[in-house]
């Protein structure tokens, strides 16, 4: 089970000049879709673009891969090269970078390439440097692209790396904790956690230690705890850094829709912000909750969608999905020689390919 932490501006342009710039990149026809519209990825052609509930073709497919839209935007990817879209389909950077967040957080997103520097290494291969920025809402890159690493923003903050070393930065691309750190987790409800020399701590928005904390592991806050681990068990603390929910578990992930997994005796079962156990631990693997839905492999080795009174939804032969947003998931079928993906709704109705 794996969450994704992936691996994320302001405007500096006048009116005009954005509209100029989206036009620039403009290579397909603008399309007009109503803000209510849910737009889903589908291949065409052996082509993606975005479908309506109704599979109609909103925009054309004629990318080589996309992503579900976050803020008004969506990454696409062709010829190797990434860029963002808006929602009338008109590409607002280019298809310019090897790297870029799946979504914009916080109005922003991290945008990256790769620099040849002409060197090899001692196996004979080019060195190739990776440098990473961010954009805004026109395209425009308002953080230069000067890091060795970057997160997504969440409450202005963003972690970086720069030179080996970790520290955070604010929206204008300005240092608010040094570089000098193993490792920043991205900022969430306020916190950012450093870890260095074996050390787990938390820091507010001024950078200061937010409460003493003496942990082997600590992971960032969600819903309100902070996962933690002393002595190979595993509990949660909650924004003033005391324990309320007891280290006990084998093993446990943080909170997602108000619930976490958590494992006793092998099995997977999920508890509540206060720590009481909703769903019993009989499962043999469990994703997060996403909008109320979770994929599990139930007591009879059945994979199935369930909620969170632990009602069975439906069981699909799917290998694997990801989680819901906007009532979208994707859905993978097959294993690691071949992986077929295709997105699905909450009445499980299937966008596979239009042919």
Same mark, same amino acid.
């Given at each position: ?10 405007? @500096?342009? +006048? ?28 291949? /065409? ?28 935007? !969506? ?21 310019? =970078? ?9 109005? &922003? !997103? ?34 230069? &692209? ?19 070393? +970790? ?65 190979? /068990?595993? %509990? ?22 108000? @619930? !976490? ?23 043999? +693997?469990?994703?997060?909750? =996403? ?9 009879? *080795? ?10 069975? @939804? ?7 999905? *990801? ?10 079928? %097959? ?21």
């Amino acid at each position: 089970m794996s969450k994704r932490f992936t691996t994320l501006l302001f405007l @500096l342009l +006048s009116t005009g000049i954005s509209c100029g710039l989206r036009e620039r990149f403009i290579d397909q026809p603008v399309v007009e879709v109503a803000p209510d519209v849910v737009l889903i990825p589908i291949r /065409k052609g052996g082509k993606m673009g975005f479908c309506d509930r109704d599979r109609r073709m909103i925009i054309p497919a004629t990318y080589d891969s996309v992503e579900q839209f976050r803020e008004g935007f !969506a990454r696409v990817l062709r010829d190797n090269k990434y860029a963002f879209i808006d929602r009338r389909g008109r590409n607002i950077t280019g298809f310019k =970078y090897d790297h870029a967040d799946r979504e914009f957080s916080d109005g &922003l !997103a991290v945008v990256g390439v790769d620099i040849r520097t002409g060197e090899n290494d001692r196996l004979g291969k080019e060195i190739v440097e990776k440098k990473y920025g961010f954009i805004d809402p026109t395209g425009r890159e308002v953080i230069p &692209l000067t890091f060795d690493g970057a997160s997504e923003f969440h409450h202005g903050v963003a972690a970086a790396r720069l030179n080996g070393k +970790s520290g955070y930065i604010d929206k204008e691309g300005r240092t608010i904790l040094p570089f000098e750190y193993e490792h920043t987790a991205r900022f969430t409800e306020g916190f950012g956690l450093i870890k260095d020399k074996g050390r787990n701590w938390f820091v507010n928005r001024d950078m200061k230690e937010a409460f003493p904390l003496d942990v082997d592991f600590a992971s960032i806050f969600e819903d309100g705890r902070a996962l933690i681990q002393i002595d190979k /068990k595993y %509990g949660f603390i909650d924004s003033t850094g005391a324990m309320v929910i007891p280290v006990k578990f084998e093993y446990a992930y943080g909170f997602s829709d108000g @619930l !976490a997994p958590v494992r006793v005796d092998g099995k997977w079962g999920f508890i509540d912000v206060n720590g009481n156990l909703v769903l019993p631990p009989k499962y043999s +693997s469990v994703s997060y909750f =996403y909008e109320g839905i979770a994929y599990t492999q139930q007591p009879d *080795g059945k994979y199935c969608f369930m909620d969170k009174a632990g009602s069975i @939804l439906r069981c699909p032969s799917y290998s694997s999905t *990801g989680e819901f947003r906007d009532g979208i998931a994707v859905a993978n079928e %097959g294993d690691h020689h071949y992986m077929n993906s295709f997105y699905i709704d909450t009445e499980w109705n299937e966008y596979r390919d239009i042919q």
